[in-house]
């Protein structure tokens, strides 16, 4: 299982309580949406966890997944009442996308559900943008580094996303185009490391992570014996990390608009 998600299970009592209120600054409607867009990457990312391990031959517990399923069910019926996150069509997009999530799909390949789990994150990123960008209206803040970060982020997922299906193929056909898999675990490394090369704090695992997938690719470049589930879990171990940096970021962002807001009021 995509063990990074594991604390998810649950929290459909804390979204009922966390919906916005249009007479909330502008933050805290800001820091509501953000929150319900991590819940649902969380429960993104623990639904396919689930998806890959049923596909691949895995014993799952069916209990849990179907835990999984109506949490996505739920949030899929809350989207609409964070207007932060986007337009009414963007919102519809993204209710969509999760409801089909929490529906059975077995007729899809491994493949093609992973890319309906990509597609969700990165729509769930862009709202958390979006979301961000809305707290900051009328704010003299700069968003440079916030916005250098935030593409940089994106273009590392999207390469995850690919060498991830890379991997999906090799589990369930064998290996039978090495360049493909060596090409698309180039080019994550390389993204990752320049996410890695902006600097958080509190970014050692991320560092690990890397490293990991620096060891997986000497091993596929040498041509050593590979084994396909061993680079998903790393894939793993890298989602989770991506996902752990991307959280401190969108935080630290808004704390500073906070702050800087706070420090307006103060009396003279």
Request: glycine residues 4%; proline residues 2%; charged residues 20%.
């Amino acid at each position: 299982m995509d063990i990074s998600s594991n604390m998810l299970l649950i929290n459909r009592a804390g979204l009922t309580n966390a919906l916005t209120s249009p007479f909330e600054s502008p933050i805290t409607q800001g820091q509501q949406a953000v929150k319900f867009v991590f819940d649902a990457i969380d429960a993104v990312r623990l639904h396919r966890s689930f998806v890959y391990e049923e596909m691949t031959g895995e014993k799952i517990d069916q209990e849990a997944f179907g835990e999984v399923k109506s949490t996505l069910f739920s949030l899929s019926n809350k989207v609409s009442t964070f207007s932060y996150l986007g337009s009414r069509p963007e919102r519809h997009i993204l209710s969509m996308r999760l409801e089909a999530l929490s529906q059975n799909s077995e007729e899809q390949s491994l493949s093609k559900q992973l890319v309906v789990h990509g597609q969700t994150i990165r729509l769930l990123f862009f709202c958390c943008d979006c979301a961000v960008l809305r707290s900051l209206k009328g704010q003299e803040l700069s968003m440079t580094r916030y916005n250098e970060q935030w593409q940089t982020l994106m273009d590392t997922v999207d390469a995850l996303t690919q060498y991830r299906i890379c991997i999906s193929s090799v589990v369930q056909n064998g290996l039978r185009n090495p360049k493909l898999l060596i090409g698309r675990a180039s080019n994550l490394l390389n993204k990752a490391k320049r996410f890695q090369d902006q600097g958080y704090i509190n970014q050692c695992t991320l560092d690990e992570a890397i490293a990991r997938l620096s060891d997986s690719m000497h091993d596929l470049t040498k041509g050593s014996s590979i084994y396909a589930p061993l680079l998903y879990l790393d894939t793993s171990f890298m989602s989770f990390e991506l996902i752990k940096v991307y959280k401190q970021i969108v935080r630290d962002q808004l704390n500073r608009c906070k702050t800087k807001q706070d420090s307006t009021k103060m009396p003279a």
